[in-house]
């Protein structure tokens, strides 16, 4: 793998917070940079600090991280951008890949790629007047990549530091595989710097990947070390030995984290379920070990099956 290789951690709301970032980056190394989940969009006269608390500097000292926006409104993004340039960040990134559909009907996210003339008109705007550099990150289309094989060759005109493009439609949401012919085709569309997102679950996936697509040297993935938090390490040659020990003293860290900081069982369960929708992949049978934590309604439960799974690991 060339040195130039980068990867980034893709956001994921509701998982790849702050806390997250820095506890994961703690423990597994490979990362070379986060993008963070997407700020809410709301009106600059209505705007609360606690919007941007995952964002504080102080809160994201050790992997460098992007923000992220899913604003339409050019008064409200450029009010953002001006605060988030206040804390010391040098880029931020305008979301057009949000598949969930209360997103998209609202014509934000992958909702905006089947109107050009709109983004093209926003960034018309933006770009003159905002103060530091700007990325997007989007997918091949809404309901179909001819939407964003149009678009590609029109952003041209921008100086965006570079595009991420997810593999699939918005209306795929997650399902089906990603469409790597499409992609290619992009690459043909755009002078701009391309990052790749999209299912790269294994370094065999990983390095067929490059071996496709060799102009690439930047990587964004998400659920697929969710599932393997080991895997850009590895991507990276980087090897550690006892996993299960690491796994384990990852989840006690991060549990611990989120019992300081959320108030109640209930809130720290669901925060740690979101993570072990894709954890329980690592614990195979995966469907079995979802179904056991799933029905975890008490710490004192949820402990006991997450300790039997990491017993259980550990003896395989």
Not at 213 to 231: A, H, N, Q, T, Y
């Amino acid at each position: 793998m060339s040195s130039a290789t980068k990867l980034i951690l893709a956001p994921i709301r509701g998982i790849t917070d702050c806390h997250f970032r820095r506890i994961f980056h703690n423990y597994f190394p490979g990362f070379d940079s986060a993008l963070a989940p997407f700020i809410n969009p709301q009106r600059a006269s209505n705007f609360k600090p606690n919007q941007v608390k995952d964002l504080l500097p102080e809160a994201n000292l050790t992997l460098p991280v992007v923000p992220q926006l899913l604003h339409t409104n050019v008064q409200d993004f450029l009010f953002l951008a001006n605060r988030l340039a206040g804390f010391g960040y040098t880029e931020i990134n305008w979301n057009l890949g949000c598949p969930a559909p209360m997103v998209t009907k609202k014509k934000r996210g992958s909702g905006l790629l089947p109107y050009p003339d709109e983004i093209l008109a926003f960034l018309d705007q933006v770009m003159e007047k905002i103060p530091i550099k700007l990325s997007i990150k989007t997918r091949l289309g809404l309901e179909s990549p001819d939407e964003l094989l149009h678009l590609l060759p029109l952003l041209d005109q921008y100086p965006l530091s570079e595009i991420i493009i997810h593999g699939r439609l918005g209306k795929q949401l997650y399902k089906g595989t990603t469409d790597l012919d499409s992609f290619a085709r992009c690459l043909q569309r755009t002078k701009h710097s391309i990052v790749y997102n999209g299912d790269i679950t294994s370094t065999e996936n990983f390095k067929k990947l490059q071996t496709q697509f060799p102009e690439i040297d930047k990587w964004m993935i998400g659920r697929g070390v969710l599932s393997d938090p080991f895997l850009a390490g590895e991507i990276k040659g980087i090897y550690q030995q006892d996993k299960v020990h690491q796994l384990q003293c990852f989840h006690a860290d991060l549990f611990a984290c989120y019992g300081d900081l959320l108030s109640g069982q209930a809130h720290l369960l669901g925060r740690m379920k979101q993570l072990w929708v894709y954890l329980s992949v690592f614990f195979p049978p995966a469907q079995k070990t979802w179904k056991k934590i799933k029905k975890c309604s008490t710490e004192e439960k949820y402990l006991r099956v997450t300790k039997e799974c990491f017993a259980r690991a550990s003896t395989d």
